[in-house]
């Protein structure tokens, strides 16, 4: 019979863990995450019926597995809100999106929020275009939210939150304007919900994704991942931008100033990477 408690992991379990999660999320974790390791995965042996942290290493060796999805989703942090630190959302509107209208007489417009959790982030890219064009009808405008977690796709499916969760960055203003409220919940509306997709996508994996996408965020995220992780994220992320494509990372984050696939830029305080090529 499997406790219900915490269960305890010994010392291979824990080094054989470490390295499974760093292979799966890029998250880079040493042997003092023994307690978190445990304490968030415990629940995953009492909810499958696993007698010990072996046997889920068994189960877990297959990618596509329940188990290791469950894993995924216990270990990924999936801290988001509406706008989050508003500047890579100004630099969108005054620069990223007028350039590319200049140069892209169509109004094609394809943009990715990579590792985008719950949705907060595709969906403020959305009230930034609609805000920016005014009619989204008039361009062809796609945005595609990516995430390693299926729990947290599904969520930024529904394009469905909490009171506190549409108030944690929108004004009121926004929220009328962009949100039915239901039941207390409150739905983004069909316009919106139009242009945005999800979809699940290790981005430390082969991507299937071609460079199709002009601007491509995905912040707060590498400062989890050790040197060679990093250094295979940005070359995927590169890959999915079409030349000259912008690249914008977290405000703590860098990508090494070393000759590769990026050229640094800065706009108004704001630092953004223009694919080279």
Request: aromatic share 10%.
């Amino acid at each position: 019979m499997v406790d219900s408690g915490l269960h305890l992991m010994t010392d291979q379990e824990l080094v054989m863990l470490i390295e499974h999660v760093r292979v799966q999320t890029g998250i880079n974790l040493d042997e003092s995450k023994r307690y978190l390791l445990e304490s968030r995965l415990s629940p995953i042996l009492q909810n499958f019926s696993i007698g010990s942290y072996t046997e889920l290493l068994e189960r877990v060796a297959v990618d596509s597995s329940i188990e290791n999805q469950a894993l995924i989703n216990a270990i990924t942090t999936n801290e988001t809100y509406f706008f989050r630190d508003g500047h890579p959302f100004d630099l969108l509107k005054n620069k990223l999106i007028p350039d590319l209208l200049k140069r892209n007489q169509n109004k094609i417009i394809k943009i990715a929020s990579a590792a985008c959790s719950s949705g907060q982030e595709a969906y403020s890219m959305a009230m930034v275009l609609k805000e920016t064009l005014f009619d989204l009808s008039d361009s062809m405008v796609e945005i595609r939210g990516f995430d390693i977690s299926s729990k947290v796709v599904t969520a930024a499916r529904r394009g469905e939150y909490s009171k506190f969760e549409v108030q944690r960055g929108l004004s009121e203003d926004r929220i009328s304007r962009y949100f039915d409220c239901v039941n207390g919940r409150y739905q983004v509306k069909p316009e919106l919900r139009s242009i945005v997709t999800f979809g699940k996508q290790n981005l430390l994996k082969p991507l299937s994704i071609k460079a199709e996408y002009h601007i491509v965020f995905c912040r707060n995220v590498v400062n989890y991942f050790e040197d060679k992780d990093r250094a295979l994220l940005f070359q995927n992320l590169a890959s999915m931008l079409v030349p000259c494509g912008v690249l914008v990372i977290g405000a703590t984050e860098f990508i090494n100033d070393k000759p590769g696939n990026f050229i640094k830029k800065n706009e108004q305080g704001s630092v953004y990477y223009e694919k080279v090529g």
